[in-house]
Nanobody
Framework: QVQLVESGGGLVQTGGSLRLSCAAS????????MGWFRRAPGREREFVAR????????YYADSVKGRFTISRDNAKNAVYLQMNSLKPEDTAVYYC?????????????????WGPGTQVTVSS
């Protein structure tokens, strides 16, 4: 069992930055690949980024590539999403999720555990 809690969301102007954190409970955090997803109002949940168990492999959605960076610290049971050059279209609730497979996935269906989410709002 893994419990996840996101933090770091908020209101930021276009072009600004935010760093999201996801704290995980349990001693098996390093057994999970981690992903970030988001859901904007009226839209489906979409994949943002994922990172492998060891952090050696990452993958990004085209919409955030070059602007967002996913990282993890297994000693602290945490995963992060550094978001730079934010745009109004990045406005959404952001969720972290844990996948028991080594690399993780772009598909939300593959993830076993989810956090409650944190709101990110980018003003124009």
């Amino acid at each position: 069992q893994v419990q996840l809690v996101e933090s770091g969301g908020g209101l930021v102007q276009t072009g600004g930055s935010l760093r999201l954190s996801c704290a995980a409970s349990g001693r098996t955090f390093s057994s999970y690949a981690m992903g970030w997803f988001r859901r904007a109002p009226g839209r489906e949940r979409e994949f943002v980024a994922r990172i492998s168990r060891t952090g050696s492999s990452t993958y990004y959605a085209d919409s955030v590539k070059g602007r967002f960076t996913i990282s993890r610290d297994n000693a602290k049971n945490a995963v992060y999403l550094q978001m730079n050059s934010l745009k109004p279209e990045d406005t959404a609730v952001y969720y972290c999720a844990a996948d028991s497979r080594a690399l993780g996935s772009r598909s939300a269906r593959e993830y076993d555990y989810w956090g409650p989410g944190t709101q990110v709002t980018v003003s124009s």
